[in-house]
């Protein structure tokens, strides 16, 4: 079959998002029923947008847009090149150009693909020396790509977006996983419903043999190594710093084991994540399991705490939260028989979520050694 080079708005429709209010931090813009989609999270969803941190209100609404289920997202802003597609009706703002595809002849599956393997390498050619980069509407138009029929457009993207809904299965069950874990630690340590807890003596509002600890007695925090992206060698170990993913990647790991991290500056601060691999912590805090085997519990306890954290943030223009913060973390902390009992429960949890992630791994290695031999040809459909 033979590929014509078009241009995006000759696929479907093409216009930026709209956020025309100033200042764009106002309050009453935000908070109420209405999906508010922003850069970042289409940087981290998969083949399809389903997940959203910010909303808008009825205001924040009449001075943006609601674009459809089914729209491709494109950001050219912050993260530029990076592309999903709405899970559910949503507004963004205009550091996103929404493609709604014409039906008779683009699939936005397609589309995706063909901008994940092709746009990232074409949007350098405009920003090369460029003092900032950007890609705007007009550079973005003035592209063309090879395309095929909306026949074959469908057959690649059904072979591509197999391994897609393969990923987002496992993330799926990764996300019920933790949550059981999460929900046994507040059964446990929360709400007090822990094995014997009926014949349990309650001294001074806690079970007797229980204390409230601060993290710097029970644990072993350490501060990461920054590290620049120019400094990294190409290689698979995530480096994790301010960001909520990995900021880059290097070919060497600064941990062992399990790792919990906690963000150190810039807008997420705070933030508790948890690895089940060697990093690279960078501008972040860690707890490694080499060095607390009791990591499932102090991460549960993080994770239940993570609000409190989030407001230990520090300094006005840049915050931070730093080990002398998280040190200061008061824990309730059950006895060594309950916590061992606790760490037997809950392992096994957290050994699946690791098979999980390998397996997402495995499947999104595959796909993207398989997407480019697709789009160029090499491999027929």
């Excluded at 301010?242 to 900021?247: F, I, N, S, V």
């Excluded at 705070?270 to 060095?291: E, F, K, M, N, T």
Aim: aromatic residues 10%.
């Amino acid at each position: 079959m033979s590929w014509k080079l078009k241009s995006l708005d000759e696929l479907g429709f093409v216009s930026r998002g709209r956020s025309r209010h100033r200042p764009r931090d106002a309050a009453h813009l935000y908070g109420g029923p209405h999906p508010f989609v922003q850069t970042g999270d289409v940087k981290h969803a998969g083949l399809y947008l389903t997940n959203y941190t910010q909303t808008y209100s009825e205001d924040g609404l009449v001075q943006s847009r609601m674009w459809p289920a089914g729209t491709l997202c494109i950001t050219i802003a912050a993260n530029i090149a990076d592309t999903a597609i709405l899970g559910f009706d949503a507004c963004f703002p205009d550091s996103v150009i929404g493609f709604i595809p014409d039906k008779q002849k683009a699939d936005a599956r397609f589309i995706k693909y063909l901008f994940d393997t092709l746009l990232q390498r074409k949007y350098k050619q405009f920003t090369q020396g460029a003092a900032q980069d950007n890609l705007s509407q007009a550079k973005l138009l003035s592209l063309r790509f090879p395309i095929p029929g909306i026949t074959e457009q469908k057959l690649i993207a059904d072979k591509i977006s197999a391994y897609d809904d393969l990923i987002e299965n496992n993330r799926r069950r990764i996300q019920l996983l933790e949550q059981a874990a999460r929900l046994l630690y507040k059964e446990w340590f929360v709400h007090l419903r822990f094995p014997g807890h009926e014949h349990s003596k309650i001294v001074d509002g806690v079970p007797e043999g229980w204390e409230q600890r601060n993290l710097q007695e029970i644990a072993t925090i350490q501060k990461g190594k920054n590290i620049t992206k120019d400094m990294t060698e190409d290689g698979v170990v995530p480096v994790v710093a301010g960001g909520l993913k990995p900021a880059y990647y290097h070919n060497v790991a600064n941990t062992t084991g399990s790792v919990i991290t906690v963000s150190a500056s810039g807008a997420n601060a705070g933030h508790v994540a948890l690895y089940h691999q060697d990093i690279w912590a960078s501008d972040c805090s860690y707890l490694s399991s080499s060095d607390n085997p009791e990591i499932w519990f102090f991460y549960l306890a993080m994770v239940y705490r993570q609000p409190e954290i989030t407001r230990m943030q520090q300094g006005a223009a840049q915050p931070h939260v730093y080990p002398k913060h998280l040190m200061r973390l008061s824990i309730l902390y059950p006895p060594q028989i309950l916590r061992n009992l606790f760490h037997g429960t809950v392992e096994p949890i957290f050994l699946q979520i690791a098979n999980h992630e390998k397996q997402i791994d495995n499947l999104a290695k595959a796909r993207d050694l398989l997407l480019p031999k697709l789009m160029n040809g090499e491999v027929e459909v």
